[in-house]
């Protein structure tokens, strides 16, 4: 993707990764637009069989819907555990990242980075003057 190597690819202002088996990682990644937006990016990236390289696939996700997201992953989450597999022992997989989740595992990480834009978020717009919808819809349209 043409984006990868642009010059002008965006940094992390804050980033997670969690290791899921011996060749599947998962990075969850805030960044910001030229003006002071902030977003989630959610990057699978899968080691190739064939030791070749990796697998990556990318979802973006934008302020207007980190609520929406982060109670549906929730809900997903809790009735996969309680509903589908009440007696499964999910907390037998948290051994290889002891220390760096909580009891609700991964949904409780992209919670954590929701919760990071939103409050960079909050704080840039406390500082900066409020632009209006037009200019920044313009704004979102260049990066």
């Not at 690819?9 to 997670?16: D, H, N, P, V």
């Not at 997903?76 to 948290?94: G, I």
């Not at 990480?109 to 500082?127: L, P």
Request: hydrophobic share 30%.
């Amino acid at each position: 993707m043409a984006y990868e190597n642009n010059d002008k690819k965006m940094e992390s202002i804050y980033s997670k990764r969690i290791r899921a088996g011996k060749r599947r990682t998962y990075f969850f990644d805030v960044r910001a637009t030229r003006g002071n937006d902030y977003y989630l990016t959610i990057t699978e990236s899968r080691k190739r069989f064939d030791d070749n390289g990796y697998d990556r696939h990318k979802v973006f996700l934008y302020k207007e819907d980190f609520n929406k997201c982060s109670k549906a992953l929730g809900e997903a989450v809790d009735y996969v555990k309680t509903e589908l597999m009440p007696d499964f022992d999910f907390d037998a997989f948290n051994h290889e990242d002891s220390g760096e989740e909580g009891e609700n595992g991964h949904a409780e990480v992209i919670t954590d980075a929701v919760t990071a834009v939103v409050e960079k978020n909050e704080e840039v717009v406390a500082q900066t003057p409020a632009a209006s919808t037009e200019a920044h819809g313009e704004e979102v349209d260049k990066w």
